[in-house]
């Protein structure tokens, strides 16, 4: 009887495995300590066929942030309905933004800490992946806008900076989330939204916040006024 043929594993299907490999120990360990012997030793494959497969540490772990800042925004896009009021589907799009968040933990360590404090061109990677979430809310906010017909010409740069504002307050609650038990991600999404979108509501009803009107300069050295 001739030798038993045992079937080739395709490469994309290996090279998934060692991506995952990757992003475990990127995540836990970190950039610089991570090793390729750890990462080939989680695989289940030889160092060499790490490097022959993705060249070095530093396209492996770019190729990390790629796939994981892929997978992010397309479950924040497939979790949102279309034809939902805005507000509907901003609770949507942060529900499953935290829940993937909070179901990759590993992940968002890679996207959300490592390639942010690792200099170019890791943090363009992530940057680009912020632009895309924060021109999806961007588009909701000025939906809601004109879905409310009381604040349909809210200004653009306005618009943008509310979505910035949103996007970073996630990331930082999705980092908060993970690292505190017992928070879900309907709990973060709802967390989020009391903050936010209360604020936005009295926007679109032409109640914004404004500052106080500028007192006098004090003159060096006096103390505040009592009372």
Same mark, same amino acid.
């Given at each position: 009887? !001739?030798?038993? %043929?045992? %079937?080739?594993?395709? *490469?994309?299907?290996? #090279?998934?495995?060692?991506?995952?490999?990757?992003?475990?120990?990127?995540? #836990?360990?970190? +950039?610089?300590?991570?090793?390729?012997?750890?990462?080939?030793?989680?695989?289940?494959?030889? %160092?060499?066929?790490? +490097?022959? +497969?993705?060249?070095?540490?530093? $396209?492996?772990?770019?190729?990390?942030?790629?796939?994981?800042?892929?997978? =992010?925004?397309? &479950?924040?896009?497939?979790?949102?309905?279309? !034809?939902?009021?805005? $507000?509907?589907?901003?609770?949507?799009?942060?529900?499953?933004?935290?829940?993937?968040?909070?179901?990759?933990?590993?992940? /968002?360590?890679?996207?959300? @800490?490592?390639?942010?404090?690792?200099?170019?061109?890791? &943090? &363009?990677?992530?940057?680009?992946?912020?632009?895309?979430?924060?021109?999806?809310?961007?588009? @909701?906010?000025?939906?809601?806008?004109?879905?409310?017909? *009381?604040?349909?010409? =809210?200004?653009?740069?306005?618009?943008?900076? =509310?979505? #910035?504002?949103?996007? !970073?307050?996630? #990331?930082?609650?999705?980092? /908060?989330?993970?690292?505190?038990?017992?928070?879900?991600?309907?709990?973060?999404?709802?967390? =989020?939204?009391?903050?936010? /979108?209360?604020?936005?509501? $009295?926007?679109? $009803? !032409?109640?914004? /916040?404004?500052?106080?009107?500028?007192?006098?300069? *004090?003159?060096?050295?006096?103390?505040?006024?009592?009372?």
């Amino acid at each position: 009887m !001739g030798a038993v %043929k045992t %079937k080739r594993m395709p *490469r994309a299907v290996r #090279e998934q495995q060692m991506l995952d490999a990757a992003v475990r120990t990127f995540g #836990e360990r970190g +950039y610089m300590a991570a090793s390729m012997d750890e990462i080939a030793e989680l695989a289940g494959v030889s %160092k060499p066929l790490v +490097y022959l +497969y993705l060249n070095s540490k530093e $396209d492996l772990f770019t190729a990390c942030i790629r796939r994981e800042a892929k997978a =992010l925004t397309e &479950a924040v896009r497939d979790g949102v309905r279309p !034809g939902l009021p805005a $507000d509907r589907q901003l609770w949507e799009g942060l529900q499953a933004f935290f829940a993937h968040t909070a179901e990759h933990p590993d992940g /968002w360590s890679v996207l959300h @800490l490592q390639a942010r404090t690792h200099g170019e061109p890791f &943090a &363009a990677e992530v940057t680009a992946m912020r632009e895309e979430l924060v021109a999806f809310v961007t588009r @909701l906010i000025a939906e809601a806008a004109r879905e409310a017909h *009381r604040n349909p010409d =809210l200004p653009e740069h306005e618009v943008a900076g =509310l979505a #910035e504002a949103l996007v !970073g307050a996630a #990331e930082s609650l999705a980092a /908060w989330a993970n690292a505190t038990p017992g928070v879900t991600a309907r709990q973060a999404a709802a967390t =989020l939204m009391n903050f936010a /979108w209360a604020g936005l509501g $009295d926007l679109m $009803d !032409g109640r914004p /916040w404004s500052p106080p009107e500028p007192g006098p300069p *004090r003159e060096p050295g006096a103390q505040p006024a009592a009372g």
